[in-house]
């Protein structure tokens, strides 16, 4: 069974790897790169303060610490203690991969990159009003889609590296939200 489920992930991976071109590397690349994020998650930190200005004061930690508790969890305790090798060190698959942002560190299980994005996205989508902010949510949870298969577009990444990341980031989101609204149980408007 085991074996299976890892065939699935190299073929799968290597179908979405192999599903390139000139446009799909340069979206790919620009969405992985940290140096894109830093300014899009610095206008909506300021964004958070100017809206919602005192409930900011304990909106910030709660994200901040859903995204950090994700992302110490994936990449200090999962990578060092399954130590499973990225796809581009991965000599069952890495002759039957396309790189073209080249390789990241040694480890991937689980995706820190998922599991960062699906946090903060799972975070807003509970946190912020039903009915209210649709746009706002729609567009961090297509960026957390694009940013995951970016992971496995770029080699980076199985997609059970990605699943697994997302799914501890949706799991942080969702409890860091669910504290927020028990101690900020007035409606955020």
Same mark, same amino acid.
């Given at each position: &069974?085991?074996?299976?489920?890892?065939?699935?992930?190299? %073929?799968?991976?290597?179908?979405?790897?192999?599903?390139?071109?000139?446009?799909?590397?340069?979206?790919?690349?620009?969405?992985?790169?940290?140096?894109?994020?830093?300014?899009?998650?610095? *206008?909506?930190?300021?964004?958070?303060?100017?809206?919602?200005? +005192?409930?900011? *004061?304990?909106?910030?930690?709660?994200?901040?610490?859903? *995204?950090?508790?994700?992302?110490?969890?994936?990449?200090?305790?999962?990578?060092?203690?399954?130590? $499973?090798?990225?796809?581009?060190?991965? #000599?069952?698959?890495?002759? %039957?991969?396309?790189?073209?942002?080249?390789?990241?560190?040694?480890?991937?299980?689980?995706?820190?990159?998922?599991?960062?994005? &699906?946090?903060?996205?799972?975070? &807003?989508?509970? #946190?912020?009003?039903?009915? $209210?902010?649709?746009?706002?949510?729609?567009?961090?949870? #297509?960026?957390?889609?694009?940013?995951?298969?970016? +992971? &496995?577009?770029?080699? #980076?990444?199985?997609?059970?590296?990605?699943?697994?990341?997302?799914?501890?980031?949706?799991?942080?989101?969702?409890?860091?939200?669910?504290?927020?609204?028990?101690?900020?149980?007035? %409606?955020?408007?």
């Amino acid at each position: &069974m085991l074996e299976t489920i890892k065939t699935l992930d190299r %073929q799968l991976l290597v179908a979405i790897n192999h599903a390139n071109g000139p446009v799909l590397d340069a979206v790919m690349v620009f969405a992985s790169n940290r140096l894109v994020w830093f300014p899009a998650y610095a *206008v909506l930190i300021g964004w958070l303060i100017y809206r919602f200005r +005192r409930r900011a *004061v304990l909106l910030l930690p709660l994200i901040f610490a859903a *995204v950090g508790l994700a992302d110490s969890i994936t990449s200090r305790i999962f990578k060092p203690f399954f130590g $499973r090798p990225r796809p581009c060190h991965d #000599a069952t698959v890495f002759t %039957q991969l396309y790189l073209p942002d080249g390789c990241g560190g040694q480890f991937g299980f689980l995706s820190s990159h998922a599991a960062n994005s &699906m946090a903060l996205a799972v975070f &807003m989508a509970i #946190a912020l009003p039903a009915g $209210r902010f649709q746009l706002l949510k729609i567009i961090i949870f #297509a960026w957390a889609l694009l940013l995951s298969y970016s +992971r &496995m577009y770029l080699g #980076a990444h199985y997609p059970t590296d990605v699943l697994g990341g997302a799914a501890i980031g949706a799991l942080l989101g969702c409890f860091a939200a669910l504290a927020f609204q028990h101690w900020a149980p007035e %409606q955020i408007q």
